[in-house]
């Protein structure tokens, strides 16, 4: 593909939590094969609230520039509900007003909730903001049901994307001896199920195995400190605070276990890390992480919020290094058929060369 594609991503890739690192792996993926991929943050920082209105028109700006410097560019737009969508409403609006294509990229953990709480009037919006797009990709069945059923995007524009990540290769065995370290990525929240995991954590069937934890992530990590200190995990859990790309893959390089125990997801980044990395992964059946793993094959599904669940399935894979290494493997091997960084640049650059055979019948401005 020789187009060039501009992502509007809510903190950019540095910032932009997992969607932001996705589209981080995209531009990476599409510099090595020459293509150009330019990235333009519509938000700033997740706590930079007063930036976000210069953030969003600086966006507006851009998309502006690029419909008179480069009116075939692919605008690929992503998008999240809650503050994410008012912008994105914006964004939409001004591009369709300037006749300029745009594609949506649903990242959510539950957008048809988001929807239903919103006045008629938005959800007028949103849906002629989806239905003006070319194409709309999401994560999985469940939000594919979400844009045909409930905002009427025609089944032939939709498009499943699970989420990918780079191959980190095989993971070298960790030192014999060694306690089996379980990891968490994500922000540190209720919906990420982190409350439940230090209870898990804290609980008889783990206490009295050999094992270190370290929660990955952003939030608010201080309180979960505090908790995990009043559950006498001090000694056992560490907390770093989000990570990047580098530190994050060296963590996963020295683990055995990934455990998400989330109360919604789209199809969690943190679920396909572990997979990459060849760790066995702990997590719930929400979202589209029913499209990646089977249930006692490629990983371990839990119920939602339950607590005890959670620490006997933790509890058997620290004791049993077998069964952690066969889930691990094969992980890894539905990760390399069906989750890799390269199937996944196939299909979006023959996606793109779709929409600029599309484009080349618009005369350019």
């Avoid at 499943?160 to 929240?189: K, M, Y």
């Avoid at 050999?210 to 309180?223: I, K, M």
């Avoid at 890894?332 to 996944?344: P, Q, T």
Wanted: hydrophobic letters at 45%; glycine letters at 10%; one cysteine or more.
């Amino acid at each position: 593909m020789t187009a060039t594609v501009r992502h509007y991503v809510s903190g950019g890739r540095e910032r932009g939590g997992g969607i932001g690192r996705l589209v981080g792996n995209i531009v990476d993926a599409a510099a090595e094969g020459g293509v150009e991929h330019l990235v333009t943050d519509t938000r700033g920082p997740r706590w930079s609230v007063p930036g976000s209105p210069l953030r969003l028109s600086a966006a507006l700006a851009t998309l502006a520039g690029d419909r008179l410097a480069a009116p075939r560019r692919i605008q690929h737009i992503h998008i999240a509900g809650r503050g994410s969508t008012a912008r994105k409403l914006v964004l939409t609006a001004a591009a369709r007003s300037i006749g300029a294509p745009y594609v949506l990229h649903l990242h959510d953990y539950d957008y048809a909730r988001d929807y239903t709480r919103r006045s008629p009037r938005l959800q007028a919006a949103i849906r002629a903001m989806f239905a003006a797009a070319e194409r709309v990709i999401v994560l999985g069945n469940r939000d594919a049901g979400t844009m045909t059923g409930l905002l009427g995007v025609p089944a032939e524009r939709v498009e499943i994307f699970h989420n990918c990540v780079p191959d980190p290769g095989e993971t070298p065995p960790r030192r014999p001896g060694a306690a089996p370290r379980i990891v968490f990525l994500g922000q540190l929240s209720e919906r990420k199920g982190v409350p439940e995991l230090l209870q898990a954590l804290a609980s008889p069937s783990l206490a009295a195995l050999d094992w270190q934890a370290v929660l990955a992530g952003d939030g608010p990590v201080e309180g979960y400190r505090a908790d995990a200190d009043r559950l006498g995990l001090a000694n056992r859990v560490s907390m770093p605070g989000w990570l990047g790309l580098t530190d994050t893959r060296a963590l996963c390089a020295d683990a055995d276990i990934l455990v998400l125990p989330s109360y919604s997801e789209g199809m969690a980044m943190a679920v396909i890390e572990g997979l990459a990395h060849g760790l066995a992964v702990v997590t719930t059946r929400v979202g589209a992480h029913e499209e990646a793993i089977t249930d006692g094959r490629t990983g371990r599904f839990v119920p939602v919020g339950d607590v005890s669940a959670l620490a006997g399935a933790l509890a058997r894979l620290v004791a049993d290094p077998t069964e952690r290494a066969r889930l691990g493997s094969e992980g890894r091997a539905l990760f390399l058929s069906r989750f890799s960084m390269s199937a996944y640049m196939r299909r979006l650059d023959g996606l793109y060369d779709r929409l600029v055979e599309t484009a080349r019948a618009i005369p350019a401005e």
